[in-house]
């Protein structure tokens, strides 16, 4: 069973500025890098924790994308993959760790 997919807006962002990148280099090509992502997320889903964890996270993994030089990273929640960038491999690495939801964060307990 594959777990639900999610795209922080940033991410998203990133997929559609690529997308159309390509597509302006040559016809089709915008649609084949969004094919290429499509498939790389769905292997994501199916088996999430096949891919490597992000040095220094443990909440965190990539995933190469084969043909074009962009990696998915996203992290393994219960129920769902929430993916955190489409990061271009040449862009600086960590880049998107502001985008980590601190919501997640383990809070100090408050005193009486």
Do not use: C, N
């Amino acid at each position: 069973m594959s777990l639900r997919r999610e795209l922080l807006p940033e991410a998203l962002a990133e997929l559609l500025q690529a997308a159309e990148w390509y597509e302006d280099r040559r016809l089709r090509l915008g649609e084949e890098f969004l094919g290429a992502v499509e498939q790389a997320m769905d292997a994501v889903a199916a088996a999430p924790s096949a891919s490597a964890a992000w040095p220094g996270s443990v909440r965190h993994r990539r995933r190469m994308m084969k043909k074009f030089p962009y990696m998915l990273v996203y992290e393994v929640r219960s129920d769902s993959v929430e993916f955190v960038a489409i990061a271009h491999t040449k862009r600086e690495p960590g880049y998107w760790l502001e985008r980590i939801r601190t919501t997640d964060t383990p809070k100090a307990e408050e005193g009486p």
